[in-house]
């Protein structure tokens, strides 16, 4: 147990970009919060940086050939090192952790965020995929195990600031609202042109690579919708997404009397995580404030889902359920990973992922194994269509 009043932080992923803007807001905020935990997929360097700033109790180097390096910089700095995908896992569970930060890329923070849940530990959910491919699953385990999920996701983030203190308050529809990303009024014959360089460049936000993939093929808004589901309980069809290109508005929540709240305010991800490790208190910060001079016009329009089908392939998996959504965002890993290789088009992602979920087999009831078997299969798949 912990004896003091702070919260004590496991980031899963810290060198990317949610990961080292978390700890931005922990070192701004060092009576509130201090790093227990932090663990790299394999950037050594950037890992012994923060645990020589932020002196956690343990980091994690998946990349297990970097062990020695790591193990051996942190040494003098009495850091317990561990390496391997499985440590991931097992440091999550350590007793002195309150709250995880998931900020893993994809699939891979499935398995660390189940036991994080049988740990009974705070989630700080900015690994959208987990829910995507096990909603359900994950759902429930933080029911039986009395484990709150709050959203790091801008959008996700936005709804749950609008339903505080509306929590008998039933949620007609909620509103999504997506950038429209990069290619926003394009058609499919501009789409068959463009370059990584074109899909890495998003207007409003900065990301990683893979959301940033995402968000220029919608694919992103159709992980959220289903990440909407899961988080705030509701049917396919209350969760609706709105194309704002200002990206002021960060999503809207619809009630029974048909009043309408919406959260704004500047793009900047370190608020929702601000909020998420602070919640239930607001802290004080000093990112730019918005200023209604500078956004004379915030505009809105329906997404085009004959050009950006992914996004419809999304809705489709939601309606399936089951092991659909594992499926899609599996292929869709794959696809989008093989882009940012240049190894195919924009458009083939959305070719990959339709073929996939095509031709997998389908299963409505999966256990976890069901999905990790869903997840295997469609990556073989995916990846026989791009060789
Ligand atoms: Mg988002």
Known sequence: MNTTNQKHIAILGSSGSIGTQALEVIASHPEEFCVEVLT???????????AKKFKPNAVVIVDESKYNLVK?????????????????????????????????VG????????????????????????????????????????VNIYPVDSEHSAIFQCLAGEWDNKIEQIYLTASGGPFLGK??????TVTKAQALKHPNWTMGAKITIDSATLMNKGLEVI?????????????????????????LVQFEDG?????????????????????????????????FVNYPQLTFQQPDLK??????????????????????????????????????????????????????????QPDLEDYVEADKMSRIKAFELID
């Open 307 to 364: 050009t950006f089908r992914n996004l419809a392939l999304a809705y489709q998996a939601m309606e399936q359920c089951g092991n659909m959504p594992c499926i899609m965002n599996a292929a869709n890993e794959v696809a989008v990973d093989a882009f940012l290789k240049d190894k195919i088009s924009l458009l083939k992602i959305t070719e990959v992922i339709e073929h996939c979920m095509n031709t997998i087999l389908y299963n409505n």
């Open 72 to 104: 051996e910089a942190l040494q003098l700095d009495l850091i317990k090192v561990y390496a391997g995908e499985a440590a991931l896992s097992q440091v999550v569970q350590m007793e002195t952790v309150d709250i995880v930060l998931t900020a893993l």
């Open 107 to 146: 699939y891979a923070g499935l398995k660390p965020t189940i036991a994080a849940i049988k740990a009974k530990k705070t989630i700080a959910l900015a690994n959208k995929e987990t829910l995507v491919v096990a909603g359900k699953l994950i759902t429930q385990l933080a029911q039986e195990n009395g």
């Open 227 to 251: 990440e909407a589901k899961w988080l705030f309980h509701l049917k396919p069809e209350q969760v609706k997404v709105i194309v704002h290109p200002q990206s002021i508005i960060h999503s």
């Open 187 to 192: 058609d499919v014959a501009f789409l068959k």
């Open 259 to 291: 009043s309408m709240k919406a959260q704004m305010g500047l793009p900047d991800m370190k608020l929702p995580i601000q909020y998420a490790l602070g919640y239930p208190n607001r802290l004080k910060s000093d990112f730019p404030r918005f200023d």
């Open 40 to 50: 790299v997929n394999s950037n050594a360097e950037l890992l012994i940086a923060q």
